[in-house]
């Protein structure tokens, strides 16, 4: 793997999953009073966040431990809205599109793009949020290239353990 892609995995996971730990630790001390299924999910989220990051710490000492940091940037790749459920994490960079139903009548769907730098993340239940599919395309490069680095030391093992 090439050193500027080690390092841009390393800063995405460890410093994505960091700022995103920080922003969701801070909030929950924001809202006092809000109910135990709220703060689960916060609790939930700092999980994923400490995952994310703990995963780049093993990555850091270990480059071809790859099975973490395949498992964090595949945890990023989707984001969904319905009626029923809300899903969407991110940690560092996140350009993401993604296609659902209009809010503006005449449509039969719309394409929408965001761009984000930090940690961010969405969960709800129930919520009146309209139809919507994402991709987060800087963690979906992410994970192939990943993909393709434990795909080229697999290959390399299993050349090198073969015997002549």
């Given at each position: ?7 841009t995995?390393?800063?995405t996971t ?8 920080a ?19 916060r609790v939930?989220?700092l999980a ?29 790749v ?7 459920l809300?899903?969407?994490?991110a940690a560092g960079p ?13 449509k ?9 730098l930090a ?7 129930l919520q009146r ?5 994402c991709?987060n ?10 993909w ?8 390399s093992t299993m050349?090198?353990?073969t015997?002549?």
């Open positions: 793997m090439q050193s500027w892609l080690r390092l995995l390393i800063t460890v410093g994505g999953g960091f700022a995103g730990f922003a969701t630790f801070s909030s929950l001390f924001d809202s006092p009073g809000e109910g135990i299924l709220a703060s689960t999910l939930t989220f994923l966040y400490g995952y994310i990051v703990v995963s780049g710490l093993i990555f850091v000492q270990n480059p071809q431990r790859l099975g973490p940091l395949s498992i964090a940037f595949g945890l990023q989707p984001s969904f809205s319905s009626p029923y809300v899903y969407k994490l996140a350009v993401v599109a993604g296609f659902g139903s209009p809010t503006q009548p005449g039969f769907f719309t394409i929408d793009w965001q761009l984000l940690g961010s993340w969405q969960f709800a239940i949020d309209r139809w919507q599919f991709i395309l800087a963690a979906l490069a992410f994970f192939a290239s990943v393709i680095s434990r795909q080229r030391l697999k290959a050349h090198t353990s015997p002549s």
